[in-house]
C-alpha cells in the first residue's frame, strides 16, 4: 500500500504560481511513476503531468504549454508540480497517483485525496 497527501492548493490571481507536493508512504516510492490529474465537476479526470521512478523521464498534456514542471525528490518521499503563468480554467482539483507510468489514471493504483486549486480572474 501507498498513501499519499496533497498540499500546496489554494487560492492565486491569473498569472500566479503555486507548488502542489504529494507526499507518499509505505511502499517503496522510488519504484513508482507518478501522476498528477485534475477534476472539475463539468470535466472527467484528466491528465496534467507524470514522471518516471528516476525523474528522467517527464510527460506534460497540451494544456501546460510549458506553464508546469513536474519533478520528485526520491530521498524525501515527494514529488512535486510546480505551476507558472496560472489560468482561470486550471482551477481544479488536482490529485496525484502513484503506478505505472502513463497519462491513463487506470494505471495508477494509489491516489491521493485531493487538493482544491483555484485561479481568479
Known amino acids: 500500500q501507498v498513501q499519499l497527501v496533497e498540499s500546496g492548493g489554494g487560492l492565486v490571481q491569473a498569472g500566479g504560481s503555486l507548488r502542489l507536493s504529494c507526499a507518499a508512504s509505505?511502499?517503496?516510492?522510488?519504484?513508482?511513476?507518478m501522476g498528477w490529474f485534475r477534476q472539475t465537476s463539468e470535466k472527467e479526470r484528466e491528465f496534467v503531468s507524470a514522471?518516471?521512478?528516476?525523474?528522467?523521464?517527464?510527460y506534460y498534456a497540451d494544456f501546460v504549454e510549458g506553464r508546469f514542471t513536474i519533478s520528485r525528490d526520491n530521498a524525501k518521499n515527494t514529488v512535486y508540480l510546480e505551476m507558472n503563468s496560472l489560468k482561470p480554467e486550471d482551477t481544479a482539483v488536482y490529485y496525484c497517483?502513484?503506478?505505472?507510468?502513463?497519462?491513463?489514471?487506470?494505471?495508477?493504483?494509489?491516489w491521493g485525496q485531493g487538493t482544491q486549486v483555484t485561479v481568479s480572474s
Open positions: 497517483a502513484a503506478g505505472l507510468l502513463s497519462t491513463s489514471p487506470v494505471t495508477y493504483d494509489y
Open positions: 509505505g511502499r517503496t516510492f522510488s519504484n513508482l511513476a
Open positions: 514522471i518516471n521512478w528516476s525523474g528522467r523521464r517527464t
